[in-house]
């Protein structure tokens, strides 16, 4: 999907909510890649502001963002309009700290968008499409994104009685938006505005821009929009508050009783997913070099210098090395191995091959010593003359021999094994391996 600006510049008048200025905002053109850019064009040297999670300032009944000296308070409903009409590039000018509340909701911004027509830019669209589940919890109220192919919000609104609780579950696209959000109007609880006006917030509040709810009634100039206007105003804001994300969502957000500050945090958690995602992929670890000084390798330097983890790690220890062309190695051999659940419950047995593996790792370990220069994998290739002699069983420590007696360059080798218990040869093969780069497997 390309990106989207406006064809024209396009401006509107009106009394912010929290305070009360006389505001004119006025919608420009921007280049592709540009994005969202408020400017502040009272202030000295028309300070810009990005509209990003990092800038976010004050979060009480509305979303601020800051830099520096310069802030704009209640972003939430214009970002909300940009983003439900599909325009990613604009520069939003005002001449005072905060956009006009106009009637409460986004419409009058969609009509001023509208009136701008939205028109399509040469560069496409980048989305940042969630790839795991992210969530926030604050008191008794939750929010979760989950992985999708579009933008979903499911929301339940609620007050602290649960009278007025709605629910909605929307897919939102442009002309969603359009027609079942954006005409939502603000709300508050009656016996929120005092303390909010003790805050110094609403100043410019009214019914003219916002509906007022009190015990059961409800408090408005004209009719509830939709019978759910509450849930649908949660929405918005929602909407409004990700686009600090600084990228387009496709994710599902289920969220329960939201506000300004737990959108902002399951943003900010967004946005940590977001630049981990933009990471360069960390490139797998190369096999550690094995010193001519070590004359015995733990645990610890065996999973250092093969690739194999459990269940498949069949060395324990490298008791000693023997020149540069032979170790000895152990296995132990517990009732805890997986492969005894099923070889065999009744009579467990270590499996052959896994002692064919044991003493191909333990060649392998002998190569990537001999080879310093080697940044691959050690891989089993043939098996010759392979006997099995006695069963190995839990309890039994298996002493693994190893010996290159042939090499072809610094890729192939060819090795002479055998694994003993209690002094008694268990198996016996000649291998063939080689070290694989990577890509060449």
């Known amino acids: 999907m390309k990106q989207r ?41 028309a300070p810009e502001l990005h509209p990003r999670i990092d800038q976010v300032g004050d979060l009480v009944r509305a979303t601020t963002i800051q830099n520096g000296h ?10 909300s309009a940009l983003h439900g009409c599909g325009v990613d590039n604009v520069v939003i000018e005002m001449d005072a700290s905060e956009p006009p509340i106009l009637d409460g ?7 001023l968008i509208l009136q701008g027509e939205p028109t399509e830019q040469d560069a496409e669209r980048e989305y940042f499409t969630l790839d795991a589940p992210v969530s926030v919890t604050h008191g008794d109220s939750s929010i979760i994104a989950l992985p999708a192919n579009e933008l979903k919000i499911s929301c339940t609104s609620a007050d602290n009685r649960g009278i007025h609780t709605q629910h909605l579950s929307l897919g939102i696209d442009p002309d969603t938006y359009i027609t079942q959000i954006a005409a939502a109007r603000t709300f508050t609880i009656y016996e929120d505005i005092e303390e909010l006006l003790k805050l110094g917030k609403i ?32 929405i918005l804001d929602i909407i409004g508050d990700i686009v600090l994300l600084g990228r387009p969502l496709k994710a599902h957000i289920i969220a329960m009783r939201p506000g300004h500050a737990i959108n902002a945090e399951l943003t900010k958690a967004l946005f940590e997913r977001l630049h981990e995602a933009k990471k360069p992929a960390k490139k797998k670890a190369r096999p550690a070099t094995l010193l001519p ?41 517990t009732i805890n191995e997986p492969y005894f659940m099923g070889h065999f419950p009744e009579n467990p047995v270590m499996p052959g091959v896994l002692q064919l593996e044991a003493m191909a790792q333990a060649a392998g370990i002998i190569l990537l010593r001999k080879v310093t220069k080697a940044s691959g994998t050690p891989f089993f290739m043939s098996a010759d003359k392979a ?12 002493i693994i021999n190893a010996k290159i007696t042939k090499m072809r360059g610094e890729k192939l080798a060819v090795a002479e094994c055998n694994c003993t218990v209690d002094g008694q040869v268990v198996s016996s093969a000649e291998l063939m391996f080689a070290i694989v780069e990577e890509g060449e497997a």
């Open 293 to 333: 000084t070590e004359t015995s390798l733990d645990i610890r330097r065996i999973l250092d210098t093969i690739p194999h983890r459990y269940p498949f790690v069949m060395i324990d220890r490298v008791v000693e090395f023997i020149g540069d062309d032979e170790l000895v190695a152990i296995k132990n051999v």
């Open 70 to 79: 310069a802030k704009i308070h209640t972003v939430e409903h214009v970002l």
């Open 105 to 111: 909701s986004a419409k009058p911004f969609v009509n």
């Open 387 to 398: 006997k099995f002699r006695k069963p190995v069983r839990p309890g039994d420590q298996v």
């Open 5 to 45: 600006t406006l064809a024209r510049e396009v401006s509107i008048q009106g009394k912010a909510l929290h305070t009360g200025e006389a505001v004119t905002l006025t919608l420009k053109p921007a280049p592709a890649g540009h994005g969202i850019v408020f400017k502040r064009i009272d202030l000295s040297g």
């Open 203 to 234: 100043k410019g509040g009214s019914l003219d821009c916002a509906v007022v709810i009190k015990g059961d009634k409800i408090i408005s100039k004209e009719p509830l929009r939709f019978a759910d206007e509450f849930v649908r105003h949660k």
